[in-house]
């Protein structure tokens, strides 16, 4: 199956600080993505990415920062974090090789962040 | 408005009993469906999809898909207390990216 890591998996932050949160994923997906989950909800999109240095808005970017330096990492960055920042964050990636699995998204264990 | 909207919010079934939830989209670009399950503290994991109309059936869990109302449904029967976890819809309506809905909490009661 395929292999998405995250890391840290939890965090607690300080209003106001950077905050880093990083994938990596063994899979050679093209696709990764970055989502946050609130307590019992469904997944809203952040940002994600289709090829190493480029990265793409998703339904709410605003407050978060996305980097892609290679096909196995994607990071999240929030340069100032607020009290409406906690949540879980899920990292996930896809391949568009075709198939009946193209398109499914592999997702890692995902990071608990806490802004104090 | 979320494109992909999910009921009912929470089910609770009796062990052995038929869970039926329901997905539908409001976007008219949505081609593909899925459905994830995540367990409580655990991250999602694809349980099915269906990209045609019609039906679809893997051991208790049966599929539909009605493409010109954009509306799937997830029906599992036999539950068991094991299916007891969120369960996500999610559409396809630009390559490769997915929507969301915000779930249904399944509880089967043993």
């Known amino acids: 199956e395929a292999a998405v890591t995250q890391s840290p998996r939890s965090k607690v932050a300080v209003t106001g600080g950077k905050v880093t949160l990083s994938c990596h994923q063994t899979n050679n997906h093209d696709y990764m993505y970055w989502y946050r989950q609130d307590t019992g909800h469904g997944l809203r999109l952040i940002h994600y990415?289709?090829?190493?240095?480029?990265?793409e808005k998703g339904d709410i970017p605003d407050g978060y920062k996305a980097s892609r330096p290679s096909q196995e990492n994607f990071s999240l960055i929030l340069e100032l974090a607020s009290l409406s920042q906690t949540a879980v964050y899920f990292c996930?990636?896809?391949?568009?090789?075709?198939?009946?699995?193209?398109?499914?998204?592999?997702f890692g264990p995902g990071t608990r962040l806490l802004v104090l | 408005q979320q494109k992909v909207q999910q009921s009912p919010e929470s089910l609770i079934v009796p062990e052995g009993g038929m869970a039926s939830l329901n997905c539908t989209s409001s976007d008219r670009n949505v081609d593909y469906f899925w459905w994830y399950r995540q367990h409580s503290g655990k991250s999602p994991k694809m349980l099915m999809s269906i990209f045609s109309n019609g039906e679809k059936e893997e051991g208790r869990f049966t599929v539909h898909l009605n493409k010109a109302s954009l509306h799937t449904s997830l029906h599992i029967r036999d539950s068991q207390p094991s299916d007891s976890a969120l369960y996500l819809c999610a559409a396809r309506a630009n390559y490769n990216v997915l929507y969301f809905g915000s779930g249904t909490k399944l509880t089967v009661e043993p």
């Open positions: 996930a990636s896809s391949d568009r090789l075709g198939g009946l699995n193209q398109d499914t998204q592999y």
């Open positions: 990415s289709y090829v190493a240095d480029s990265t």
